[in-house]
């Protein structure tokens, strides 16, 4: 399965979807926290003909823009957990921290925005 940076896959402009349930996106981040991305469900993506400024190529994702945004999620709660190393990760702190983030940066887009600009570079399979 190829790999790129998380960067470089871009919502597809047909997206349709308006709204993330917060629950269900806090489920697949412990998931994805878990065990990582599937590799029977993967984010697929397609060349979208655009390179980013680093030469690389841009895909449009065609499905997984949950599991997009809940692998970004996935980089900060692992992030916040080795720096809490006695804190068992659960759903409910899993959950804590996505309500968290989403209110100290007013929207769940502000915060993906955000976490691409942390984790950009992350390799993920597609």
Same mark, same amino acid.
């Given at each position: 399965?190829?790999?790129?940076?998380?960067?470089?896959?871009?919502?597809?402009?047909?997206?349709?979807?308006?709204?993330?349930?917060?629950?269900?996106?806090?489920?697949?981040?412990?998931?994805?926290?878990?065990?990582?991305?599937?590799?029977?469900?993967?984010?697929?993506?397609?060349?979208?003909? !655009?390179?980013?400024?680093?030469?690389?190529? @841009?895909?449009? =994702?065609?499905?997984?823009?949950? #599991?997009? %945004?809940?692998?970004? $999620?996935?980089?900060?709660? !692992?992030?916040?957990?080795?720096?809490?190393? @006695?804190?068992? =990760?659960?759903?409910?702190?899993? #959950?804590? %921290?996505?309500?968290? $983030?989403?209110?100290?940066?007013?929207?769940?887009?502000?915060?993906?925005?955000?976490?691409?600009?942390?984790?950009?570079?992350?390799?993920?399979?597609?």
């Amino acid at each position: 399965m190829p790999t790129t940076a998380i960067q470089h896959l871009k919502p597809h402009p047909a997206q349709m979807r308006a709204g993330y349930d917060l629950e269900s996106l806090a489920t697949l981040t412990l998931q994805l926290y878990e065990r990582g991305l599937d590799e029977w469900q993967p984010i697929v993506a397609t060349a979208n003909g !655009r390179q980013s400024d680093d030469g690389a190529t @841009d895909y449009h =994702i065609i499905s997984g823009h949950r #599991r997009q %945004m809940a692998q970004l $999620l996935a980089f900060a709660l !692992r992030d916040w957990a080795a720096e809490r190393p @006695d804190t068992e =990760i659960t759903i409910e702190v899993t #959950r804590t %921290m996505l309500a968290a $983030l989403v209110e100290s940066l007013g929207s769940l887009e502000a915060l993906i925005a955000s976490l691409l600009d942390k984790y950009g570079a992350e390799e993920i399979p597609f």
